[in-house]
């Protein structure tokens, strides 16, 4: 790519990032200490999940952990995108509605790295940036991670309505929550993968000896098996957030 077309080709994602739909807003303002902004992906235990669910999830993951979401604000209203059995799959739930479901204390909130985010993009389309300036280019790229962002949003909403997906197959017509994050970044078209599928064998708890309540012999691993799902399955471990390079966790005000 000529010099002349990397200036084009950055300028036109500035512009871009002014052209979003309405439908989402920006960040909340600095005075909401309850709601951290939108782009934010929060993992919780959800009180309102059904018993075998729960430990089923917590005892492959190995944490202490049954959920994951991503705040947005929609309509003007302040919330989170998810999909849990509770609520039907995907859906939009208002802030304090959500909380409501939450364990006390569950609560971890990671914000995204939208420089480093911006970088990798730019890494994968193969655009060197070396010659411009490190402020410049530190800017273009937060720029370019905030309207990746901003499009992941738009993304995972357009599920809206879709199942959850109990048996945790790679599909798009039921869909789990950690799943549901990934497939909305595949689809904004990025360059990279910001949250890398794993084979199901490889889950912390995928072979635990531990059995399973009211199933005498039988594992996790062997439970997801017959349910269909094999060991090479494309899964999205719902803990991956907590070790990703994009994320960084932050603290949550009351």
């Given at each position: 790519m000529t010099p002349l077309k990397k200036t084009w080709f950055l300028l036109i994602l500035f512009l871009l990032m002014f052209t979003l739909d309405s439908r989402i807003a920006t960040a909340s303002d600095a005075g909401d200490i309850s709601f951290p902004g939108n782009g934010y992906v929060g993992v919780s235990l959800h009180t309102?999940?059904?018993?075998?669910?729960?430990?089923l999830i917590v005892g492959v993951t190995q944490c202490d952990i049954n959920h994951n979401w991503v705040t947005a604000t929609i309509g003007g209203v302040k919330g989170v995108i998810h999909?849990?059995?509770y609520g039907g799959g995907v859906h939009f739930l208002s802030w304090p509605s959500f909380l409501e479901i939450c364990a006390a204390g569950s609560i971890r909130l990671f914000k995204p790295h939208k420089r480093a985010i911006g970088f990798a993009e730019l890494e994968g389309l193969g655009i060197d940036l070396s010659y411009i300036h490190p402020a410049i280019?530190?800017?273009f790229a937060f720029s370019l991670g905030d309207f990746l962002i901003h499009i992941w949003i738009h993304k995972m909403y357009e599920y809206n309505g879709v199942g959850y997906d109990y048996f945790f197959m790679p599909s798009e017509d039921q869909i789990y929550c950690s799943e549901l994050m990934a497939?909305?970044?595949?689809?904004?078209?990025a360059s990279f993968d910001l949250f890398p599928s794993q084979e199901a064998r490889t889950?912390?708890?995928?072979?635990?000896?531990?059995?399973?309540?009211d199933a005498p012999g039988m594992t996790f691993g062997?439970?997801?098996?017959?349910?269909?799902?094999?060991?090479?399955?494309?899964?999205?471990?719902?803990?991956?957030?907590?070790?990703?390079?994009?994320?960084?966790e932050v603290t949550l005000k009351d």
């Open positions: 309102e999940m059904p018993v075998d669910l729960n430990w999909s849990d059995g280019r530190n800017f497939h909305g970044w595949t689809n904004t078209g889950l912390a708890g995928w072979d635990v000896d531990a059995q399973l309540p062997m439970l997801f098996m017959s349910s269909g799902m094999a060991e090479d399955t494309a899964v999205y471990d719902i803990s991956y957030i907590m070790r990703s390079p994009y994320f960084r």
